[in-house]
Nanobody, 117 residues
Framework: QVQLVESGGGLVQAGGSLRLSCASSKSILSTNVMGWYRQAPGKQRELVALITSDGTTNYPDSVKGRFTISRDNSKNTVYLQMNSLKPEDTAVYYC???????????WGQGTQVTVSS
């Protein structure tokens, strides 16, 4: 019922920047929380950033100060600005949304981010 489409992944050199986008087929005003997760080979999927309906953001220490999650309600899009990228940031990045009314959670298809040394 809700489609999330990520874009913006690619190959970047260590220290570089990348901006991911997550376009929702539904208004992001209908969400409780939207977030970005990542999964590297051999590792569990982990939370990278989240933003709540009131605009509160949260980041793990591994990306704090380097990554910023934001949203544009008029475009139904959530962004992840990634600066000072490190090789350990290499992973498939997934967009996630939890809908306020139904409580259902949706995932995007993922976008690959590769950071070279």
């Amino acid at each position: 019922q809700v489609q999330l489409v990520e874009s913006g992944g690619g190959l970047v050199q260590a220290g570089g920047s990348l901006r991911l986008s997550c376009a929702s087929s539904k208004s992001i005003l209908s969400t409780n929380v939207m977030g970005w997760y990542r999964q590297a080979p051999g590792k569990q999927r982990e939370l990278v950033a989240l933003i709540t309906s009131d605009g509160t953001t949260n980041y793990p220490d591994s990306v704090k100060g380097r990554f910023t999650i934001s949203r544009d309600n008029s475009k139904n899009t959530v962004y992840l600005q990634m600066n000072s990228l490190k090789p350990e940031d290499t992973a498939v990045y997934y967009c996630n949304a939890n809908m306020r009314l139904t409580g259902r959670t949706y995932w995007g298809q993922g976008t690959q981010v590769t950071v070279s040394s």
